[in-house]
């Protein structure tokens, strides 16, 4: 995970990308940012918001919104995205965590359940994960940096 942030950054170079998580609750949303805050050549800014969380890495931004999972409070999630940048070119990532817990779905009937393959006009990925141990999670960033550097 370590050598893979270090390949992540140079990577990235001076530009400055945005990666906005958003989940259920208890999904794990925290847990994975708490996998990126181990990581030593992470730095973390204060919080900026009661349901926002920042971490920078060098000129790279990934900011964790942390926001309500509750039905109700979903169709504002778009408001969250208006006010955060211009989401017309970004790439979707699609974790499925906890795949550690023996009735987990798998990625694969995750992605059938969301009819991820009806997305048409985002490049997408699915990427099974342990938030817990961080395995997959090295993996869904190397995607997102391919999408991020083929721009
Ligand atoms: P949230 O920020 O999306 O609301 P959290 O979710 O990160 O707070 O995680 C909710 C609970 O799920 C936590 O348990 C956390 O340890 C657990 N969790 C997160 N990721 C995984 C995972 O990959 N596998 C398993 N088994 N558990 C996970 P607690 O008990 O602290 O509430």
């Not at 530009?15 to 958003?22: G, L, N, W």
Request: hydrophobic share 40%; charged share 20%.
């Amino acid at each position: 995970m370590g050598m893979f942030l270090a390949k992540l950054m140079g990577l990235f170079c001076n530009q400055e990308h945005k990666v906005i998580i958003v989940g259920l609750d208890n999904a794990g949303k925290t847990t994975i940012l708490y996998q990126f805050l181990m990581n030593e050549v992470v730095h973390t800014s204060p919080t900026i918001g009661s349901n926002v969380e920042e971490i920078v890495v060098k000129n790279t931004h990934f900011l964790m919104w942390d926001i309500g999972g509750q039905e109700m409070l979903r169709s504002t999630w778009s408001t969250y995205y208006t006010n955060t940048e211009d989401l017309r070119k970004a790439a979707v990532l699609v974790l499925a965590n906890k795949q550690d817990m023996k009735n987990s779905m798998s990625a694969a009937e995750i992605s059938k359940f969301l009819t991820l393959t009806s997305i048409k006009d985002h490049p997408w990925h699915i990427q099974a994960c342990c938030a817990l141990t961080g395995e997959g999670l090295g993996q869904g960033l190397e995607w997102m940096t391919m999408k991020t550097v083929a721009k």
